[in-house]
């Protein structure tokens, strides 16, 4: 078992930037691609960004690109999303998740991930 707990959820005007943080316990983090989902009100969960075990592949949903970054401290369990340029529409509760799935390609769907984390909101007001 994975424990994920998120945090750095928050208010925050358009334009404003949060860091999310997503410190997990349990079996060894450096063995898990992690990734970031996020769920707005009456929307279904989407992809938002993920990241390989060692941190050097990043990938990101067309609606984020160039405006979050995801990054991992194996050292610390833990995985950020650095959330820049923050719009409205980013409005949702963020998921962070842990996938043992080694095979290519990166998992950028929610059913390849073994392990959630309980969301972290966030709303950006404009």
């Known amino acids: 078992q994975v424990q994920l707990v998120e945090s750095g959820g928050g208010l925050v005007q358009a334009g404003g930037s949060l860091r999310l943080s997503c410190a997990a316990s349990g079996r060894t983090f450096s063995n898990y691609r992690m990734g970031w989902f996020r769920q707005a009100p009456g929307k279904e969960r989407e992809f938002v960004a993920a990241?390989?075990?060692?941190?050097?592949?990043?990938y990101y949903s067309d609606s984020v690109k160039g405006r979050f970054t995801i990054s991992r401290d194996n050292a610390k369990n833990t995985v950020y999303l650095q959330m820049n340029s923050l719009k409205p529409a980013d409005t949702a509760v963020y998921y962070c998740?842990?996938?043992?799935?080694?095979?290519?390609?990166?998992?950028?769907?929610?059913?390849?991930?073994?392990?959630w984390g309980q969301g972290t909101h966030v709303t950006v007001s404009s």
């Open positions: 998740a842990a996938s043992s799935s080694v095979a290519a390609p990166m998992p950028l769907t929610g059913s390849r991930y073994d392990f």
């Open positions: 990241i390989s075990r060692g941190g050097g592949s990043t």
